[in-house]
């Protein structure tokens, strides 16, 4: 079916804020993958799911971030008392499996704005 | 951290030149992917090497792999001003990818 989904497209919020960012993956994948990029960078990893559980949140930068998945299809990042520090593009991406060998497909990204 | 440092940082070339992107790692891989992306935006998969392939080609796209110096080329022949994006390169790390900070292609019409 389609692509990867994210929403909202753009997210502009206050300094202390709750903020959710929400990923659509493509259906039957099992593997998606949050990743942060700030301006001029590369993707830079936050957490992996295979399935409903985290198999890997290490890239997760302090506990004012978590990220569920309860159903195993659609992801929810939530980031807890913003900081501008925070201000970046959020990308999601999914594969069959899981694992780097595979292609992996991208979201259009979240951009945040942390004011 | 990055594993992958693309070189070079900005590339401007004219309209129907070719370009060349370098892409350097540090450890040892299984398979090494580029990616491009337009305005910041969604990545899209443009090809994977593996390990034990030393060139592959889609249509314009023509990749390198050299394992013996941990190093990466993509080159974009006959450019036209659709290729104008970010490339980045992406190594495996046990089911992670580790990303490049990329080269900015631009293509002068």
């Known amino acids: 079916g389609a692509g990867v989904s994210q929403t909202p497209s753009n997210k502009v919020t206050e300094k202390g804020k709750y903020v959710e960012l929400r990923c659509d993956p493509i259906s039957g994948h099992t593997a998606l993958y949050w990743y942060r990029q700030s301006l001029g960078q590369g993707p830079e990893f936050l957490i992996y799911?295979?399935?409903?559980?985290?198999?890997?949140d290490s890239g997760l930068p302090n506990d004012r971030f978590f990220a569920v998945r309860p159903e195993g299809s659609v992801s929810t990042l939530k980031i807890q008392r913003t900081e501008r520090g925070d201000s970046a593009v959020y990308l999601c991406?999914?594969?069959?499996?899981?694992?780097?060998?595979?292609?992996?497909?991208f979201g259009p990204g979240t951009r945040l704005l942390v004011l | 951290s990055q594993q992958g440092e693309e070189d070079p940082q900005a590339l401007s070339i004219q309209e129907g030149e070719n370009a060349t992107m370098n892409c350097s790692y540090k450890?040892?891989?299984?398979?090494l992917q580029w990616y491009r992306q337009n305005s910041g935006r969604g990545l899209v998969h443009l090809i994977l090497?593996?390990?034990n392939e030393r060139e592959k080609h889609s249509g314009r796209l023509r990749v390198t792999l050299d394992t013996s110096k941990k190093s990466s080329s993509l080159l974009i022949t006959a450019s036209r001003a659709a290729d104008t994006a970010s490339y980045f390169c992406?190594?495996?790390?046990?089911?992670?990818?580790?990303w490049g900070a990329g080269t900015k292609l631009i293509i002068k019409p």
């Open positions: 991406d999914s594969c069959l499996m899981g694992g780097a060998r595979e292609t992996q497909y």
């Open positions: 992406a190594t495996d790390l046990n089911y992670q990818l580790i």
């Open positions: 090497i593996r390990s």
């Open positions: 799911f295979q399935g409903t559980g985290a198999a890997d």
């Open positions: 450890t040892s891989i299984n398979n």
